[in-house]
C-alpha cells in the first residue's frame, strides 16, 4: 500500500526562447503525472502565462497557491520544457516554505527541431536552474537522464523512484515510535539516542512490561477484545498443536499493544522479548509482532528502535511488510551469500509457508511450555532491499547503510524464520558494517527500494548514509 501522492508543479519558462513550449510541456507533464497516479497543484493558465513561471510575480503566485495546498503536497517537480528563469523557480520554492523533496526535469530537444521557434536549450537551463537551488540553500533530486521527455518510460520510473523518495521522507518526519519494554541486557547492540531521534523530528513513546503485564492480568478472558485478537491470530497462521491458553495469552498482549499504540498515536514499535514476556507472561510475543509487521505497523524485537526506523523506511518505499534479521551465519564457502534468520517474528508476507511454532533457543532455559507464539517457515526467494539506521553518540547524527540483494533457493536445514541472502560484493559490505560498529540486525524488504531510501535519507533528512553496490 504506497497510497497517491501529490506533487507541487512548477514549469519553467523564459521570454526569448519559444514559449509555447511551455504550454505544450505543462500539458505532457500533467499527463505524465496522471499517467503515474500522482495529482498535481499548478498554476493555471489563468494565473500566468501558459500556467508557467517566470516573473517574479508569478512564483509569488505558484508559491502562494503551493502554501494553500501544503497539507497535501509530497513533493515538487521542476520541469524545464525551455530554458527556463531560474530566478523564479528558486523563488517559489523559497517562498512556498514546503520543505519537500524537488525533482528537476528538463525535456530534450530534438535533432530535426533546432530552429529559433523550436530549440528548447533546456539542457542548458537545468544547469542554472540547480545552480540557484544550490545558493539558495534547497535540496533538490535529479532525474536518471540529464534530459528526458515527460511522455518516455524513462520519466515515469523516475516518477515511480521519487515518488517513494517523498513518501519516505514524510514517513520518517514526525514519526512516533512505541518502545515497549527495556533493552534486554544482554543486547548493548541495540542501544540508542532518543535525544538525536527528536532531533530529527522522530519521538519515543515508552511503554514499561509492567504495564502491559498489568493489563492483560486485568482482562477477562472473555473480553471482547481479546476474543476479536484469537480469532485474528487463528486466522493469520496455522496453530496446530499449540496450548489454548497460549493463544488466549497472545490475543490479550496484542490487544493491550494495539489499544496503547491508538491511544498514543503511535505508528510503529520494538518490543522487549528475551526473556521477561517468556519468564513473566508465558508466550513469545513473535506472532503478535509478525501480525503488526505484515499490516505495515512494523515491529521489532529486542526493544530495537533504530531497527524497527529502519524497517519502517522500506516499508514507506515499497509499501509492502519488512522484517528485522539477524546477519546469522555464513553459507558454506560462497563469499556473497549469508543466512538471515530471526526466531521469529518475521511478517507471513515472508514466508513460502508458515506455522505457529515455539521458541526453540530459549526453551531449554524459561521451558517450552512459555515459549509458544513463534512464526516459523523458510523465506521464499525474491528481490531483497535492506537498511540499516543508527544514532551515532560520538557525531551527533543518525547514520546507516542501503544495498540490494535477493532471496535464494538454496536448501536451507534449520528452525525459526531463515533464508538465503547473495549480495554482490558481500565482503565488502560485511567489512564496512564491522569497521563502522552497526549492529547484527538489519531490515529486509520484498523490493528494489534501496535507491529511494538513500536519496531520502541522505539528501533530505541529513543522514549520513553509505549505499552498497557491487
Not at 65 to 79: A, C, H, P, Q
Not at 128 to 133: D, E, R, T, V, Y
Not at 151 to 164: R, V
Not at 299 to 311: F, I, N, Q, W
Amino acid at each position: 500500500m504506497k497510497g497517491k501522492s501529490t506533487f507541487g508543479l512548477i514549469i519553467g519558462n523564459r521570454g526569448f526562447f519559444p514559449d509555447h513550449l511551455a504550454k505544450t510541456g505543462r500539458e505532457e507533464m500533467i499527463h505524465a503525472l496522471e499517467a503515474a497516479g500522482i495529482q498535481c497543484v499548478v498554476l493555471g493558465p489563468e494565473q500566468s502565462k501558459h500556467g508557467a513561471v517566470e516573473t517574479h510575480e508569478e512564483a509569488k503566485r505558484s508559491a502562494e497557491l503551493f502554501r494553500k495546498n501544503s497539507e497535501r503536497i509530497d513533493g515538487v517537480v521542476v520541469s524545464l520544457p525551455n530554458f527556463g528563469d531560474e530566478r523564479a523557480i528558486a523563488d517559489t520554492l523559497r517562498l512556498a516554505r514546503l520543505d519537500v523533496p524537488v525533482l528537476v526535469q528538463a525535456t530534450p530537444d530534438a535533432p530535426a527541431k533546432m530552429s529559433i521557434a523550436h530549440r528548447r536549450d533546456s539542457f542548458c537551463g537545468k544547469m542554472s536552474a540547480c545552480n540557484n537551488l544550490k545558493q539558495y540553500g534547497i535540496q533538490y533530486s535529479l532525474t536518471a537522464l540529464h534530459t528526458v521527455a515527460p511522455t518516455s518510460p524513462e520519466f515515469q520510473k523516475d516518477l515511480e523512484w521519487f515518488a517513494g523518495v517523498c513518501r519516505v521522507v514524510k514517513g520518517l518526519r514526525h514519526l512516533r515510535i512505541g518502545a515497549i519494554g527495556a533493552r534486554p541486557a544482554a543486547f548493548n547492540t541495540v542501544r540508542y539516542s532518543e535525544k538525536l531521534l527528536e532531533q530529527n523530528d522522530i519521538s519515543v513513546e515508552t511503554l514499561d512490561l509492567s504495564e502491559v503485564l498489568g493489563r492483560i492480568q486485568r482482562m477477562k478472558d472473555t473480553d471482547d477484545r481479546a476474543m476479536q485478537q484469537l480469532q485474528n491470530i487463528q486466522r493469520y497462521v496455522p496453530t496446530s498443536g499449540i496450548p489454548q491458553p497460549a493463544l488466549l495469552k497472545m490475543a490479550k498482549l496484542g490487544a493491550v499493544i494495539e489499544e496503547w499504540m491508538k491511544a498514543t498515536d503511535v505508528q510503529i514499535s520494538a518490543v522487549q522479548c528475551w526473556t521477561s514476556l517468556e519468564e513473566n507472561l508465558g508466550v513469545v510475543p513473535c506472532t503478535v509482532m509478525s501480525m503488526m509487521s505484515d499490516s505495515l505497523a512494523s515491529s521489532a524485537c529486542e526493544t530495537d528502535v533504530c531497527g524497527v526506523l529502519s524497517m519502517h523506511a522500506l516499508r514507506l518505499a515499497s509499501g509492502t511488510p519488512s522484517a528485522l534479521l539477524d546477519w546469522n551465519n555464513n553459507y558454506g564457502n560462497d563469499p556473497n551469500k549469508a543466512v538471515c534468520f530471526h526466531c521469529s517474528n518475521l511478517p507471513k508476507h515472508f514466508f513460502k509457508d508458515v506455522q505457529m511454532d515455539f521458541q526453540a533457543i530459549i526453551a531449554g532455559t524459561v521451558g517450552k511450555e512459555n515459549t509458544f507464539g513463534t512464526c516459523v517457515g523458510r523465506v521464499k526467494s525474491g528481490p531483497m532491499s535492506f537498511a540499516r539506521f543508527s544514532t551515532d553518540d560520538f557525531t551527533g547524527r543518525i547514520r546507516g547503510y542501503v544495498g540490494q540483494g535477493r532471496f535464494t533457493d538454496d536448501p536451507l536445514d534449520t528452525f525459526g524464520g531463515a533464508g538465503v541472502v547473495e549480495i554482490p560484493q558481500m565482503q565488502k559490505l560485511l567489512r564496512y558494517i564491522c569497521e563502522n560498529g552497526f549492529e547484527h540486525h538489519v531490515a529486509a524488504n520484498f523490493s528494489t527500494v534501496a535507491p529511494m531510501v538513500e536519496e531520502a535519507a541522505s539528501r533530505y533528512l541529513g543522514w549520513a548514509t553509505y549505499a552498497h553496490t557491487a
